[in-house]
Structures are given as C-alpha cells and as structure tokens.
C-alpha cells in the first residue's frame, strides 16, 4: 500500500511539475499579407531564426486567408477546385515553419485568420459561384458585408462542415501544437440571420419569427449561443482526432465582441473548450490600453488567467510601427493585471532593432 501511494504521489508531483514549467506564451501572429515571411524556404528559415532571437516561443501561422490555404489543401481542392494559393508555386511553408520551429524549439499553431468570411471587397469570387446558398443576409435581404469582408451563413451546416472539415485536415496533415480561430471564427457580424435558412431554424427553435431588430436581446444572444455551440463542437472535434493539439480563439474585446460580432467568449473559458484564449486589445496609446487590459483582468476568474494572453497591436501593414518604450510599457501592464504572456499582431514588428523580451 505504501509503495502504491509512494508511486502515485511521484507521478502526481511530475505532472505539476511539468505543468507549472510550462512558459506562458510569448507569441506572435505571421501573416501572408504585408509580411513575406513564408515566401520560400529561406524566407521561412528567415522568420523562425528571427522570432527565436527576440524571445517569441510560439508561432501562430496563417493558414486560410482571402478564400485560400496557403497549404495544398485536398479540402479546399474538393470544394473550389483551387487546392493552394497559387502565390506559393507549390512550396508547402505551413510544412516548412512546423519543420524549422520544432527544430528550434517553438511551438506552431495553424491560424485560420479568415474564418467564416469568404471574400474581401468582391462577391463574385469562387465560393459565391459554387455554394450562394451559403451566404448571409442582412435584414434588407442583401449579403452580409462588414468592413469589406463577405461572410457566410455561420449556422448553415454545410458551412460548419467545410470549416470543421478543413481544421481536421491540418490537424491530421501537419504536427502543429495547435489551432485558432480569431475574430472571425466563431463569428459573424451580429447584423446577420436573415438568411431563409437561419429564420426558419430560430422559429423552429423558438416558435417566434427573426426580429427586425438585429439586436434585439433575444435574438443575439441565440445568435452568440449558436455560434458558441460550434465553437464547442470544433473544440472536441479536434481533441477527439489528436488530444494534444491545442484548440485557442483570438476574439475581440467583449463585450464588443458579443455585440458585434456574436463571440460570447467568456462563455468559451466557462465552458472548458478554450485551451487558451487571446482577446485582441489592440490600442494604440498607453491610456487605452491600460483601460481595455484593465477591464480585461475583471472578465476573468484569476484562476482563468492563465489561459489568458492579450492581444498586442505592435503594427499595422507599411505604417504604424509601436514604439518601444510604449510596447514594453504595454507588457508590464499585462504583468500588473496578472496575464503572464501576450502575442504581437504581427511578425514584421519583430524586424526592428529594439529587442522585445
């Protein structure tokens, strides 16, 4: 008996240990837009030797953007006919950055920055031609628009299924420590639902017809619920077909993101399908953004805080470039308010001179 307990109690103090060894994350976003950092095999090496000297110890890389993987993707390939961004000519740099930063030690999480929009400005595209059913309305009956981004119907099932479809495919293709989806998975501009497929399943639901106001209470909350239970489904999708890969979202603040974008996401912590979460708090001067990791801190057990990791803006395309005395100010405040690690939006930051961590 007593070597029993001698035994469970060794195998107990190892799993805390490792636990409690576990660095929070210091991580970054890699685009392929304004950034050409998976543009080839040196590009990438590049990227990785970069992100390793400036501290970072995990990679969030873009794999589904603009309607595209930047994978051979045989999902996509079945759905569109398009298999691969064809910018890559062939080159697998998803392939290429989980090679490179296992190497060097970094974790690698495919981000699915797109997420349930299918096209940016234009309409006409190839998603819009196969699958027009798939598209969202608002409460005039056009498409659902939002900030330049088209979106698709976020509760039709045949959407789902794409979406879970391709998550699975890289869980299964690739060795990554993980997946996330942001602001735009799970998610859908609060102004949706008005779609013929979505008003009849809340009046199945609910025995009421959909509401003239996209607002109203009831209707978002069934909105965000709605969207909550997929984000539930693809948690334990994803666990089911590898336990280790991590499933993570990036959301908006909330309750901005709730209310506009129907990402209910402390509801995701509560719930235990958020292996971690990274609001993105995304301020350009210390005054905002002391209020928004302030508020932040209070929407979060502090047992929960350490699945939580704030969202920095430290650049934004060929302009903004935070300074860095702001960004370090911005880190010892994640600190004073109790988060122990963030993730930069995005990876070019990282080629200034000044050092990070």
Sequence with gaps: MRKSFLFITTIFLCFALQSFSKEPIRGVWITNVASDALRGPAKVKETVDLCKQKGINTLFV????KGKTMYPSEVVKRYIGVEQDPIYGGF????????????????????????FSY????STGAWMKAYPHWASRDVKGNLLQKNGFFWWNAFHPEVQQFMKEL???????????????????PAMPAEGGYDDYTKQLYKSQTGKEVPAQFNEPHFLQWKADGLSKFGKDLYKAVKRERKSCQVSWAPSIYPWSKEQYLQDWPAWVKGK?????????????LEAYEKVVKELSTQVKPKDKRKVFPGV???????????????????????????QGECFFYF???REAHSIY
Excluded at 92 to 115: C, M, N, R, Y
């Design 62 to 65: 873009v794999v589904w953007n």
């Design 92 to 115: 697998d740099p998803i392939q290429a950055i989980v090679d490179e930063g296992h190497k060097q030690g970094l974790s690698v999480h495919a981000w699915f920055e797109f997420g």
């Design 119 to 122: 096209d940016y400005k234009d």
């Design 167 to 185: 998550v699975l495919e890289v869980v299964k293709k690739y060795d990554v420590d993980g997946v996330q989806g942001d602001d735009r998975l």
């Design 273 to 285: 399908y958020a292996d971690f979460v990274m609001p993105q708090l995304y301020r350009y001067n």
């Design 313 to 339: 803006l430290t650049s934004l395309g060929d302009g903004y470039r935070v300074k860095p005395d702001i960004l370090q100010k911005m880190i010892a405040l994640n600190r004073q308010y109790g988060f």
């Design 348 to 350: 070019e930051t990282l």
